[in-house]
């Protein structure tokens, strides 16, 4: 019997709704549960999958007694490539309910690329290194019905394909930047919609983009071959049940265009006068067009997109506009941000020459900056047509900035005819944090910010100077808050494949994913960590033990690769290490922080391993738990030996050491107390302030709440001197900085040389934010918030903290108050299908009434309950609170 008050919602495969053209052969499929009542708890699924068309079932699991809801695989019959399956779940409650059939779709790719590929790969280039872009087209003759249309594309470079004089998809920077040489993705496209009875046109437009573009800081251009290319395959399934496909071949023409150059670091020169007019329309003359080159087919690298594209997620007006003391005409859009400037020209004549340079701050004495940016320009260059309103964006390039330098405008620069483009990687939002102090608030918003401007198809470490690499180790400290605020799981499945096959054949891991540095240095403690780090959170935070499995083999790889370095196999003692980089206890002249490397190459060391032992057990691998089990235990004893004396003092009064050892585990419990006190006593001696670098300052916070000092967290977290997260919004930071003291006091900048002002690493407190002050986490036995932990910790110096986190279950909140009558007031909803232990600061029996299982505990009073909404006050003593 079906039962309305039991709903299911937002089936997802593979985390994306309705998505086409994904090459698993064994999808997995996600549901959320809602309806009336508490302690709502899945007990039975029934999953069928048809086949589109015949309606053929494919799959039918039956009832099966369970109460999983995430990541369930498909068990079916073998899915045939280019076809729409249809999904039908439903489920039973705890309460004997029954849920009515919920509906949705997928559509598979072509499942094995390389043998199904029929596209040549062409090129309008002839190998002499033109840097304008190339424009292909072709057409062809429609005159059937058509049921479905689909369109595979891809590129050696970055491209857009144009059907019928329109743009196909919102996708930028396709087909994304990965190791070409090994790995090139293809897009998949609905085209249904834009094809036409009789003569249709189909063109394309290459740039150079990430594959032979300028990489690094090292003028590398060139890196993954010399000649744009792309490829593209139009399938048309007609309504009388024949096809046709339309492939990239020797018979499409080719041309130069407008756009005569575009580098991600350098920007985009577009000359108006030379446009092609709607060049992809079926009725274009294709006068002094030439045959296009073939290229090499590639067909054995391909593979389907794995992670959502690069899009479009807002728009930005300029608040004002500034004229330095220089004379510039600089418009402010009051964000850093990514993405580029779309401007509008009137009274423009034939020839006219607009250019938009990007720059994130203004100097001391307010001029246009851009010294921080090395060799990148950062320069859009619009020459006009003239005679009519002119519209551009740029297509093949991404800037990033706060302040754009306008040059050549003509007449006068009104505000409403400049609009700032947001591109990042479309992940969907999860997180949202607020609490009563502003500051705070700003700094949780330059987190965001931060990781939407480096998130463009890798995680970068910046968007602007000639660098924005993938930096494994600003990466794996980050990922966990990267998760709180975004679902990066599509995200980092994509990237952890790139790092897989960048991987060294001992094991060794490159220092940026994609590797364009090369060289004979890599695997870098803390850095090449990203190997076992980065799949373990995945793993934590979505349940997703495919991710772990496919993994598994490079964390494996990683592990042996540091137990092969080191005097002995339990420490690495040996090679090359960043250290606790950009640390504020470096000498002078260094960027690595005093704490010495081989400790921290031994934690890193024992941490990987730790979590490999883990991943095993998760996945099932006995031997290899019990393996690497031992093998932890033996760098933990080595580390002590080495570095902690009898009485548990560490070798160095360094804070990142201190930190590390706590957070990481690896002191004797009768040696802890001893050493949360050594590092407050360092931070205390400091001025109340961090002396941690990019290492020590992700853990911080964590080590010090995680040892019962949270107000020394908070300390830190509120401190507003330098160096300190919200000393940089008191300088009008709005995303998080490289160096604390990216600009100091008195206006003044840290260096030309590596000064980025959009870094998101010591944006990692983030996780802080949320598991601590917000208190929401899980247990890790129970991966993917399937049991959640709530645990805020309030502080006196905030009236409130709220958050909120989409699990994979559904949306989790997380809100404590204090009234000034010194009350504390506790608000928190479960989702369905999950269930949570509630810490209540300073509660007890008598001032709380339990809901569910209730004990006392440490601080406390720890509440077992199920899903729903639940809110709790009592009196809290503010001597309790940190002060």
């Known amino acids: 019997m079906t039962d309305s008050t039991l709903i299911i919602n937002d089936i997802r495969c593979e985390y994306r709704d309705n998505p ?9 499929f996600s549901w959320k549960l809602a309806g009336d009542g508490r302690n709502m708890m899945q007990s039975a699924y029934h999953i069928e999958v048809h086949e589109e068309g015949d309606g053929a079932l494919v799959w039918d699991s039956g009832k099966r007694m369970s109460d999983q809801s995430v990541l369930v695989e498909y068990d079916g019959e073998a899915l045939k490539p280019q076809t729409v399956y249809s999904i039908r779940v439903k489920t039973w409650d705890n309460a004997g309910r029954e849920s009515g059939w919920t509906a949705s779709a997928f559509e598979t790719g072509l499942l094995h690329p390389s043998e199904r590929w029929t596209a040549e790969w062409i090129s309008g280039d002839d190998g002499a290194d033109e840097p304008s872009c190339d424009y292909l087209r072709t057409s062809f003759r429609i005159q059937s019905a058509v049921r479905r249309a689909r369109l595979y594309a891809t590129a050696c470079g970055m491209y857009e394909m144009y059907l019928n004089g329109t743009r196909v998809g919102d996708s930028h920077f396709t087909p994304g930047w990965t190791n070409y040489k090994q790995r090139i993705q293809y897009q998949t496209y609905d085209v249904t919609a834009l094809l036409r009875q009789g003569h249709n046109g189909l063109g394309g437009v290459v740039g150079d983009g990430w594959y032979r573009g300028e990489l690094g800081w090292k003028d590398q251009k060139d890196i993954y071959g010399k000649r744009r290319a792309l490829s593209a395959l139009l399938h048309i399934w007609y309504e009388d049940g024949t096809e046709d496909v339309v492939s990239t071949d020797g018979s499409w023409s080719g041309s130069e265009g407008p756009i005569r150059s575009s580098s991600i670091y350098h920007g985009e020169v577009y000359d108006a006068r030379l446009e092609l007019g709607n060049w992809s329309a079926p009725d274009y003359e294709a006068a002094g067009w030439l045959p296009v080159w073939p290229v090499e087919a590639l067909n054995d690298r391909l ?8 899009r479009r997620s807002g728009e930005l007006s300029p608040v004002s506009l500034i004229v330095t003391p220089e004379g510039d ?11 580029w400037v779309r401007m509008r020209i009137s009274q423009a004549a034939a020839g006219d020459s607009i250019i938009l340079h990007h720059a994130e701050v203004l100097d001391k004495e307010g001029n246009f900056y851009t010294d921080n940016l090395r060799s990148a320009k950062q320069e859009i260059r619009y020459i006009c047509k003239g005679g009519e309103e002119e519209v551009f964006e740029p297509h093949f390039t991404f800037q990033g900035f706060r302040y754009v330098r306008v040059t050549g405008y003509p007449g006068d620069i009104a505000l409403e005819r400049f609009t700032a483009i947001v591109l990042h990687s479309d992940m969907e939002q999860a997180g949202t944090f607020e609490c009563s102090d502003s500051m705070l608030n700003q700094l949780q918003s330059n ?13 970068t470490d910046c968007p602007q100077r000639d660098e924005r690499l993938g930096w494994t180790g600003d990466a794996q400290v980050f990922i966990r808050t990267a998760a709180y605020n975004r679902n990066v799981a599509p995200f980092f499945t994509k990237w952890l494949q790139d790092l897989s096959s960048e991987q060294l054949p001992n094991g060794g891991v490159p220092f940026v994913i994609p590797d364009v540095l090369g060289g004979d240095q890599h695997s870098s403690a803390a850095w090449g960590d990203a190997a076992t780090v980065c799949p373990w959170t995945i793993y934590q935070m979505y349940g997703d033990k495919r991710v772990l499995a496919r993994q598994y083999g490079s964390m494996k790889a990683w592990v042996e690769y540091m137990r092969a370095q080191g005097d002995t196999e339990a420490l690495w003692n040996t090679g090359f290490h960043f250290g606790d980089w950009l640390g504020m206890d470096a000498k002078e002249g260094s960027y690595i922080g005093a704490t010495p490397q081989d400790l921290i190459a031994t934690a890193f060391y024992a941490y990987s391993t730790e979590l490999l032992a883990k991943s095993a057990e998760a996945l099932g691998y006995a031997e290899d738990a019990a393996e690497y089990g031992a093998l932890y235990e033996s760098i933990v004893q080595a580390f002590r030996d080495e570095f902690v004396t009898a009485n548990g003092r560490l070798v160095g009064p360094f804070q990142t050491a201190y930190v590390l050892a706590l957070q990481f585990g690896l002191l004797e419990e009768k040696h802890q107390s001893r050493a949360i006190r050594e590092l407050v006593k360092l931070i205390e001696d400091n001025k109340g302030c961090m002396t941690t670098g990019f290492v020590g300052t992700p853990y911080l916070c964590l080590a010090l709440s995680g040892h019962g000092r949270s107000d020394w967290a908070y300390n830190l977290v509120l401190n507003k001197q330098y160096p300190s997260w919200l000393y940089s919004i008191e300088q009008g930071a709005t995303t998080i900085w490289e160096h ?17 002002y959009n870094h998101y690493a010591y944006g990692s407190v983030g996780e802080w934010l949320f598991r601590k002050a917000a ?3 899980m247990a890790p036995e129970a991966p993917g918030f399937k049991r959640i932990v709530i645990a805020p910790e309030p502080d006196a110096r905030l009236t409130y903290v709220k958050a909120s986190y989409a699990s994979p279950y559904g949306e989790i909140r997380s809100q404590w108050q204090l009234g000034e009558d010194g009350q ?13 232990a509630i810490l209540l600061p300073g509660a007890n029996p008598d001032s709380v009434s339990p809901e569910g299982q209730a004990r006392q505990v440490n601080g406390g009073m720890q509440l077992e309950i199920g899903s729903g909404s639940y809110t709790w006050t009592y009196a809290y003593s503010v001597k309790a609170l940190a002060g």
């Open 20 to 28: 086409i053209g994904i090459d698993e052969q064994r999808p997995r």
């Open 775 to 777: 208190g929401i986490d």
């Open 740 to 756: 604390w003291d990216g600009i100091k006091p008195d206006g003044t900048f840290w260096s030309k040389d590596m000064n980025s």
């Open 329 to 339: 005409q600089v418009l402010d859009f009051g964000q850093n941000m990514v993405g």
């Open 447 to 459: 987190i965001v910010w931060g990781q939407k401007g480096n998130f463009v198809d890798v995680p």
């Open 824 to 836: 504390l007031t506790v608000d928190v909803t479960i989702p369905a299908n999950t269930t949570a």
């Open 303 to 310: 593979l389907a997109q794995v992670n959502e594209p690069v």
